[in-house]
């Protein structure tokens, strides 16, 4: 059976920062790209960061670039999403994701067909 189970969630203040962690268990998904996405109360499900298979890729949301880091570390199954610099409009319950597809890249939820629970991050101003 598949499982992702994120950590590192929390309470922070603005300009605070928090690693997330997702690590995988039941199969190996070292030859799938990750990614992580966000929802915030009463807001759709957004893109936040991919990686691919390898790790030699990676894509941003805008809103994000230059802050959040995403990296991955095939040997653990596990990926992670450094966040520095956090603000107020980061707050989300933050999920991370295995894409459907072999070494392709999505930006879209419906391309990613195992998912985490999801964690908690709330920044305060």
């Known amino acids: 059976q598949v499982q992702l189970v994120e950590s590192g969630g929390g309470l922070v203040q603005a300009g605070g920062s928090l690693r997330l962690s997702c690590a995988a268990s039941g199969r190996t998904f070292s030859n799938y790209p990750m990614g992580w996405f966000r929802q915030a109360p009463g807001k759709e499900r957004e893109f936040v960061a991919v990686?691919?298979?390898?790790?030699?890729?990676?894509s941003y949301n805008d809103s994000v670039k230059g802050r959040f880091t995403i990296s991955r570390d095939n040997a653990k199954n596990t990926v992670y999403l450094q966040m520095n610099s956090l603000k107020p409009e980061d707050t989300a319950v933050y999920y991370c994701?295995?894409?459907?597809?072999?070494?392709?890249?999505?930006?879209?939820?419906?391309?990613?067909?195992?998912w985490g629970q999801g964690t908690q991050v709330t920044v305060s101003s």
């Open positions: 990686i691919s298979w390898s790790g030699t890729s990676t």
């Open positions: 994701a295995v894409s459907r597809f072999m070494y392709r890249v999505g930006y879209s939820p419906d391309e990613y067909s195992y």
